[in-house]
């Protein structure tokens, strides 16, 4: 079968989508993307399942099948275009990297050739093992710290991948340094909004942050995968192995930093046991500025990554007090 040919009985394009909010509303409604999850495996070649299920929230629709397979659709909206550039060009360039990343079993348009928005679409094999926050739940204190060490040798592999991309994977592309400019100049409403660090902390903000170029002074740009949250990384408790790496929306060549900040803040919950036990498994070298630095890029992160930390900080005046309950290792 052809890669986009598919049956008559799928539906066509629906006209429920018309916006981000009708998109937001949908995007997770499982009856709403089964039809449309199965024309995608029915396009790929691939077996049709028995059940389809939606794992739980995401930016863009999600469908499981019970055939251990995994399909994700890419609308128009909340950056999906972007968001399907990105993830295709993180597949092409980690093929054959020896990294714990799900096969890519197929992609296409669910809707190619016409006017609307075609719907493009990835099908890939599902990751084995647990999502780190439901297995370091039920994981005692060693097991917890042997797979953030694990991971901290699979984080050293992922910034050593060659970056033979053609867009944000690109070693010239200049995309992450205009997210941290962007980021610069937004970020100190932005945590006056979410609300969980201290008005007179914040009125320091815009002196602690140094320009981007003198942050990133003219380091080698790595393959930066920027949402490693709990449940964009897989593991096996039993045999204390990474099993899994996904969701590639949010990739870039980029300073190394900026991957930690999800992963320590929203992961890790700002362990700083854990994130001690990942930098020594990366064999990261820790500078006495590290801790400030990695303030910095908490700052210039394009999520709200405080969100997940169980500290309060709204007590927190001084920057360097901050830097230290969130960041010191030593």
Sequence with gaps: MPENAV????????MEITSDETYAKLRN???FWE???RRALAAAG???PGALRVPGESTNPVLIADTGVVVKLYGEHWCGPENYASEAEAYEVLAGQDLPVPQLLGRGELFPGGGAWPWPYLVMAAAPGMTWREATARADRPTQLALARRFGAVLRRLHSVPLTGTGALRPDSPVFAELLEERRAATVEDHREWGYLSPRLLDRVDDFLPSVDALLDGGKPVFVHGDLHGTNL???AANTSVTGLIDFTDVYAGDPRYSLVQLHLNAFRADRGLLAALLDGA???V???FAEDMLRF???HDFDVLEEVPLDLSGVDDIGELARLLWDVR
């Design 298 to 300: 908490t700052f210039l």
């Design 35 to 37: 039809p449309w999850g």
């Design 234 to 236: 897989f593991v096996d």
């Design 7 to 14: 049956p008559d009985k799928y539906p066509a394009q629906p």
């Design 29 to 31: 409604d499982l009856e």
């Design 283 to 285: 064999e990261w070298q």
């Design 46 to 48: 691939l077996p049709a």
């Design 287 to 289: 500078t006495g500025a």
